[in-house]
T-cell receptor, first 114, second 110 residues
Framework: SAVISQKPSRDICQRGTSLTIQCQVDSQVTMMFWYRQQPGQSLTLIATANQGSEATYESGFVIDKFPISRPNLTFSTLTVSNMSPEDSSIYLC???????????FGPGTRLTVT | EDKVVQSPLSLVVHEGDTVTLNCSYEVTNFRSLLWYKQEKKAPTFLFMLTSSGIEKKSGRLSSILDKKELFSILNITATQTGDSAVYLCAVSHSGYALNFGKGTSLLVTP
C-alpha cells in the first residue's frame, strides 16, 4: 500500500485564523479524500480531491470554509479557514485506486482551536 | 439515506476471549465493506469485503460479509491487550468515498 504523510501532525490555532494541512503520497494515486473526525465521533467525509479541477464537497461542507487543492497525483492540501473551536478535530487524508476499493489513511492532523 | 450501524458500541473482555463485532448497512450502489482498527489518529486497514460468504482472515482476525442480509462481522480470537482499539466499519458506494459507522470501542483487560 502507498505510504502517506501529513503535515503538521498537530497544531493549536487561534479562532479566526486559517491552517493548511498537507498530504503527500509516495506514489501516484487516482483518488484522494479528506475526512474529519470530531471528538468522540466517527469519520465524516469532507470532500474528494480531484486532480486538476475543483474538489467535490459533501453536504454540509463548502469550498469557502475548506478549500482543497490537488495539483498532481501525489499531493493535496486542505485549508481550514476562519477557524472556530467547533473545527477542533482530527483531519485525515486517504487514498484509493479505481482498480480496487481499498482505502488507506494518512497519520492525521490533530487540530485544536482556542 | 445511507446508514452504517455498528454494535456493540463498546465492549470489555478478558485476554484470551473471543469477540464478534457487528456491522449492518443500508446503502445504495454498494461496492465494498471495509474494516479498520483505530488506536490513536489514523485508521489502519484490516479487511475489504466485496463478495458474500467468503471469509477473509489475517492471524487471529477474520471477517465475512452477507450481502443478502446486509451485514458483516469481525471476529477476533484469543484477544490480547494490544487488540484494544476502536474498530470501524465503512461502506464504499458508487463514488469510492467511505461512509463510516460510529465504531466499536474494544477494551481487552489482562
Amino acid at each position: 500500500s502507498a505510504v502517506i504523510s501529513q503535515k503538521p501532525s498537530r497544531d493549536i490555532c487561534q479562532r479566526g485564523t486559517s491552517l493548511t494541512i498537507q498530504c503527500q503520497v509516495d506514489s501516484q494515486v487516482t483518488m484522494m479524500f479528506w475526512y474529519r473526525q470530531q471528538p468522540g465521533q466517527s469519520l465524516t467525509l469532507i470532500a474528494t480531491a480531484n486532480q486538476g479541477s475543483e474538489a467535490t464537497y459533501e453536504s454540509g461542507f463548502v469550498i469557502d470554509k475548506f478549500p482543497i487543492s490537488r495539483p498532481n497525483l501525489t499531493f493535496s492540501t486542505l485549508t481550514v479557514s476562519n477557524m472556530s473551536p467547533e473545527d477542533s478535530s482530527i483531519y485525515l487524508c486517504s487514498v484509493s485506486e479505481v482498480s480496487n476499493y481499498e482505502q488507506y489513511f494518512g497519520p492525521g492532523t490533530r487540530l485544536t482551536v482556542t | 439515506e445511507d446508514k452504517v450501524v455498528q454494535s456493540p458500541l463498546s465492549l470489555v473482555v478478558h485476554e484470551g476471549d473471543t469477540v464478534t463485532l457487528n456491522c449492518s448497512y443500508e446503502v445504495t450502489n454498494f461496492r465494498s465493506l471495509l474494516w479498520y482498527k483505530q488506536e490513536k489518529k489514523a485508521p489502519t486497514f484490516l479487511f475489504m469485503l466485496t463478495s458474500s460468504g467468503i471469509e477473509k482472515k489475517s492471524g487471529r482476525l477474520s471477517s465475512i460479509l452477507d450481502k443478502k442480509e446486509l451485514f458483516s462481522i469481525l471476529n477476533i480470537t484469543a484477544t490480547q491487550t494490544g487488540d484494544s482499539a476502536v474498530y470501524l466499519c465503512a461502506v464504499s458506494h458508487s463514488g469510492y468515498a467511505l461512509n463510516f459507522g460510529k465504531g466499536t470501542s474494544l477494551l481487552v483487560t489482562p
